[in-house]
């Protein structure tokens, strides 16, 4: 059975959530729990917090459904515990008309969603509806992660979409062999991953590894770099240096951003490939070589052959089999999955559980990530770094993904509220400034206090509307 079908299988028939239902009020544990059972999850109920914790601590619980004046350290108390004891488990608050603050309070600690009593069933079941959808999907993706992970050097790779199970299957079958292989595709895609990937699955992974950034060679030393060279052979060379293709032995050598290589290189590389040998610079004698060269670059190599910059008969020979890799915004179903991946290593890396909101995770989906996958991943850092709990919302995202410009610019003779105009240069200026805040406040002439004021109202207009449009729902 392929990995990808296991996968596959595995998601088919995600695993029922388990639902704790904590309320010292008789009537509203009975209620809860006939929604919860209507809904086919497993049910648990507890009057106080400290059987809610004994039940927490016993077996698994996916939701906690919680009133805020349940006996002992109440629902505050108990969302604390469950942050820092269980991360993994959702929860929804039970509030009265009269303590809406600390229901807000409780969703800036970690609570996912909150519910004002005396409350409607349809309302009820509508937010636990939503708070299962969600935990399919964490389990789904949780099961695809670890998938992808038991697959041998494909632990950096993520993603299940139809586009990535073809970069699979290519690297699965490449990885068996040694002739040349043209990794192409936009900065931030991955190209070195999966040359990793190449190597490290294949029957060469105990030979040396040797990554070369051709953008980053000094264009008189890249020969002396690539084949190495003799002692005295230039000023500075006091001693013999071993060149990267010889150090690389029977491994792999690694040619990141090929078409950086300046064009008089491009034939010498050409016949060490084909020939297997080199010559180092200032030396006499030649020199076998046995590695396997894999390419990659980010620019249209077949444009730079027409225009002459490219040599043809070089990319002939490392074109063998061209694995090309997808843009993020081409397989954006991937991205709740990447999503996951980087907040649980920033988890681990601080200790602390985060989550995206469902706005800004709203807007992390609507973006078209130019960066692609190292953008995304900048992004989740910045905001784990800069947010102060759990919940990770539209304001902690970079500005350019939190703001973009998806609306219609206003005819000249067109007639809108100044409020909308406001917002739409406020925003145009952001783009312009590549979410830059205060350059965009310079562009604007006003204050940065002012433009961080109107964002924050920005962020506070969009989260109510979407609080509204899942409350229609």
């Known amino acids: 059975m392929s990995t990808a079908t296991s996968a596959a299988q595995l998601i088919e028939r995600p695993a029922t959530a388990t639902v704790l239902i904590v309320d010292d009020e008789d009537s509203t544990r009975s ?24 039940i927490l601590d ?39 008309y009269g303590t809406i603050e600390s229901a807000v309070e409780a969703t800036r600690m970690g609570a996912a969603d909150y519910i004002t009593k005396p409350f409607h069933i349809p309302e009820l079941r509508s937010k636990l509806d939503r708070m299962v959808r969600t935990f399919e999907v ?3 993706n949780r099961v695809l992660r670890e998938t992808l992970r038991s697959r041998p050097g494909f632990a950096g790779l993520i993603g299940v979409s139809a586009k990535m199970q073809k970069v699979y299957k290519l690297i699965e079958k490449v990885s068996q062999h040694a002739y040349p292989v043209l990794i192409l595709g936009e900065s931030g895609t991955g190209k070195e991953l999966v040359a990793r990937s190449i190597h490290f699955s294949g029957v060469r992974r105990v030979k040396p590894f040797v990554p070369v950034d051709c953008s980053a060679l000094v264009p008189t030393l890249i020969e002396a770099e690539l084949f190495g060279h003799v002692k005295g052979a230039f000023t500075g060379a006091v001693h013999t240096k071993q060149g990267l293709m010889e150090t690389a032995e029977t491994g792999t050598l690694f040619l990141d951003e090929i078409g950086e290589l300046p064009t008089d290189l491009q034939a010498k ?6 020939e297997k040998e080199i010559r180092p610079v200032g030396g006499t004698d030649r020199v076998a070589v046995a590695s396997r060269v894999i390419a990659a670059t980010n620019r249209d190599l077949e444009a730079m052959i027409q225009k002459g910059s490219f040599r043809q008969d070089l990319y002939f020979r490392l074109n063998v089999v061209q694995i090309k890799l997808p843009p993020l915004r081409e397989r954006k179903t991937d991205i709740p999955i990447l999503v996951n991946a980087f907040l649980e290593k920033r988890s681990a890396e601080s200790g602390r559980p985060y989550q ?18 190292r953008e995304l991943e900048n992004a989740v850092e910045r905001a784990t770094a800069l947010n102060s709990g759990p919940v990770l919302d539209l304001a902690d995202l970079p500005s350019n993904v939190a703001y973009t410009m998806n609306q219609r610019v206003p005819m000249p003779d067109e007639i809108m509220p100044l409020e909308e105009l406001e917002k739409r240069a406020i925003l145009h200026a952001l783009h312009e400034a590549s979410g830059d805040k205060l350059e965009a406040a310079k562009l604007l002439k006003i204050g940065k206090t002012t433009l961080y004021r ?20």
Request: with cysteine; net charge neutral.
């Open 356 to 373: 995206f909101s469902e706005a800004a995770m709203a807007q992390i989906l609507t973006y078209d990530w130019p960066g692609n996958v």
């Open 31 to 54: 209620l809860c729990r006939d929604v919860v059972s209507d809904a086919g999850l497993r049910t648990r109920t507890a009057a106080t917090t400290e059987q809610a914790l004994e």
């Open 269 to 274: 590389l050409l016949r060490a490939i084909q």
């Open 138 to 140: 964490d389990n789904e």
């Open 454 to 473: 109107k964002l924050k109202q920005y962020d506070a207009q969009k989260n109510r509307l979407s609080r509204q449009a899942a409350g229609a729902n």
């Open 58 to 96: 016993q077996a698994p619980v996916d939701i906690v459904i919680t009133d805020l004046r349940v006996p002992q350290i109440g629902g505050i108390g108990l969302i604390k515990k469950i942050r820092e004891m269980y991360p993994q488990t959702a929860v929804m608050v039970l509030t009265q």
